[in-house]
């Protein structure tokens, strides 16, 4: 439900704590948001919530013959999903969500965690596919607004937007697919204007992300081209209040020191599709005693050990 | 107060206004304002999107361009604050995986040094919490009585608050109503204050972003805002640039002014809107400066 206008499970919330924020001292309790409701706080949670998970092919799609016994997993390989495996399906985030309430459609955050939760599960055989699926759904991957309402109220610390934003990053980054909604196009732009410039360039971030990262594409391509039109008026209005000069619009200055953010970039960005993540989900912050265990600086001196335990770092894309 | 002071890209880039009006309000809050001009973008959550370790060593990068000027950072921008925040959980987070960034860090002779009272404050933050409401209050000369404002925080200074401070700090999510009232101004209930303008999506997802831009200033207009204002240069590009198309989208006349915070910090200093850039809005700014003209004639 709502308590003061803010999702929660009412099970965990505290009455003493619900008063503190009440505004003029009465506790509002509403039903969930972004769901129908059918009488006094009971929503329709199978017409929304449920709906959405199952659109989401909540289940393992595994190759060949099933073994004879169970999967056999190397239980490193499963430490990745364990953040979205702990969702307990309350909907809070569904309520929660920013997307969802001006996009109904919108396959939002509970279900795309759960979507992570097959997409990470090295079982798995159809990761391309359900990759392509939420990225070329005009609802999907990238209907998210990036507004950290789920992640707020999740009782689980699942971070379900943290769950699409791996999504994304293996639509793109490990399978290169280009959507139809940019996606593929906006991470690229914005990417590669900071490697070239070090600070945005604003004028070349629509143009380069309807042109899937490229300046020429978008003035070629015949979808991208419909794209930069329609967004003239936008520009010219820009151009007219005097926010934006022509020459700010076509010129943008380099950082004194562009080579270094190239370094750090050549640096990260091997190519060998090999990506550094610490979740401190999985980690803990220090104090709580997981980050503290996971001091490598005991360990025998190899490139791996100056970073993190590989328990709590996500190893992207290789594994693929 | 020396500060490190990072404008972030879009200050200086589609709404200069911003980064002209800090310039002008800086000092009239004792800020000296140390701009770091070697360092880099934040990433706005799209580079974190891309590749965790690439965003956690540039902003450890800025971090570390801020330190050496051996006074905390100060930034303009929700977005930065929301960004670097993260990036700062996670490099305080684990004395290795800092180490291992630093060393990215190395051959620019840079270091980022966890702890001490080294800290990354959005103006907002810095007005309330080190600045102090009451040395505001002193510093205005035109109260903006009878101004109704309506706040727009942005989603990357209220949310995830347990990243945000908001332990230390629980009333991070009040502040500009405070601020408001401080300059002399009315504060606007409304339902999008705390809501998302809608930016992050504007290239992949245009009606979900603008039917959110368009809800927030129709639901500010119909609380009989005379204007919005707002710590965050993005949201300033939804609400204010993309204004005439977010009404196509709502289907309804809009028309609302959208305030950089430092222009309305200027507007109670006395300062001239021209000089404040307020001409350089695209949705007219002219019934808010008649308004403050009065104020100024009384």
Known sequence: MRVNGKSALACNTQLGDALARAPGGEIVVEPMGNMPVLKDLIVDM?????????????????????????????????????????????????????????????????????AYRFVGDPRDAHTEDRLSDLAEDPHGIYDCTHCFACIEVCPKDVAPMNQIMRLRRHATGDYGIKDRNNGYGHEKAFVDIIERYGTLHESQLLPRSYGQGS?????????????????????????????????????????????????????????????????????????????????PSTGDGSEASTVPGEAGTERGGAEQ | MKVAYWPGCVSRGFTPELHGSMALVGPRLDLEMVELNRANCCGAGVIAEHNQELVDTLNARTFALAQQTG??????????????????????????????????????????EKGGDWSNKNLLWLLVEE????????????????????????????????RLGYDRFPHRDKYLEHVIETVGGTAVEYAGSHKCCGFPVITMAKATSLRQAGRHLADAIDADADCLVTPCPLCHLNLDLQ?????????????????????????????????????????KTRDVQRKVAELAAA
């Open chain 1, 46 to 114: 199978d017409a929304v919530h449920w709906k959405k998970i199952q659109r989401v092919v909540p289940w393992l799609l595994p190759e060949g013959e099933p073994p004879e016994r169970e999967y056999i997993v190397e239980p490193e390989a499963m430490i990745d999903i364990t953040q979205s495996m702990a969702c307990i399906q309350c909907g809070v985030c569904v309520s929660a969500c920013l997307s969802m309430e001006v996009d109904p459609e919108f396959i939002g955050p509970a279900a795309l965690a759960k």
């Open chain 1, 215 to 295: 300046l020429i594409r978008s003035q070629v391509e015949p979808r991208a081209l419909k794209q930069l039109i329609e967004s003239l008026p936008t520009a010219v209005a820009g151009l007219r209040s005097g926010k934006v000069s022509p020459k700010a619009a076509l010129i943008h200055h380099k950082l004194p020191d562009q080579e270094q953010i190239r370094r750090i970039y050549h640096e990260i960005e091997t190519g060998d599709g090999e990506r550094l993540e610490l979740n401190l989900y999985i980690v803990g912050e220090e104090g709580e005693g997981g980050a503290a265990e996971q001091d």
């Open chain 2, 71 to 112: 006074a905390s950072m100060m930034n303009i921008c929700s977005t930065c604050q929301g960004a670097q925040s993260e990036c700062q959980q996670r490099l305080d987070a684990d004395d290795a995986y800092r180490e291992h960034i630093n060393t990215h860090l190395e051959p620019e002779g840079l270091r980022y």
């Open chain 2, 131 to 162: 600045i102090g409401l009451d040395k505001l209050r002193e510093r205005v000369v035109r109260p903006l009585d009878g101004l109704r404002v309506a706040p727009f925080y942005g989603c990357y200074i209220v949310r995830p608050t347990g």
């Open chain 2, 243 to 283: 204004q005439p198309d977010a009404a196509k989208y709502v289907e309804r006349d809009l028309n609302i002014p959208v305030l950089h915070l430092p222009q309305m910090l200027g507007l109670a200093f006395g300062l001239d809107p021209k000089e404040l850039g307020m001409d350089k809005h695209v949705v």
